[in-house]
């Protein structure tokens, strides 16, 4: 695990990016009327996330973990906010199919995805 102190320019970075992918996943969800995009929406939601308890993390531990291991970056979020935690797992659990699978994720995972990237967006604008 590889812990990111906090600076006001990464802080101010992921906060952009967080924002960029939730709107991206907002607007690509409203255009979609079939199942054909469903996992370019997930996967949107899935960086907005990690980018939301990023600075969720930054702002309240003053570090978030950058990495591959995906447990250490929930845990580490625990540490801050342990419903923010869930909502990271939430949306983690579903990258590897959403990003690399080759079928789709359901219905039900994108609006459970739009869930858990909203509650993490509104808590990272509350940090």
């Given at each position: 695990?590889?812990?990111i102190?906090?600076t ?22 409203e255009?979609e ?29 003053g570090?978030h973990v ?16 342990d419903g ?9 659990s ?20 739009m ?13």
């Open positions: 695990m590889r812990l102190e906090r006001p320019a990464i802080e101010r970075g992921r906060r952009r990016k967080a924002e960029q992918f939730a709107a991206a996943a907002r607007m690509v969800e255009l009327d079939d199942d054909e995009l469903v996992d370019v929406i997930v996967t949107l939601c899935v960086h907005s996330g990690i980018a939301s308890s990023d600075v969720i993390c930054l702002k309240r531990l570090t950058k990495g591959e291991n995906h447990a250490e970056a929930v845990s580490h979020l625990k540490k801050a906010d923010a935690s869930s909502a990271l797992a939430t949306l983690l579903m990258k590897t199919k959403a990003g690399y699978g080759f079928d789709s994720v359901s219905r039900s995972d994108l609006t459970r995805a869930r858990a990237m909203e509650s993490l967006v509104t808590k990272m604008r509350a940090s």
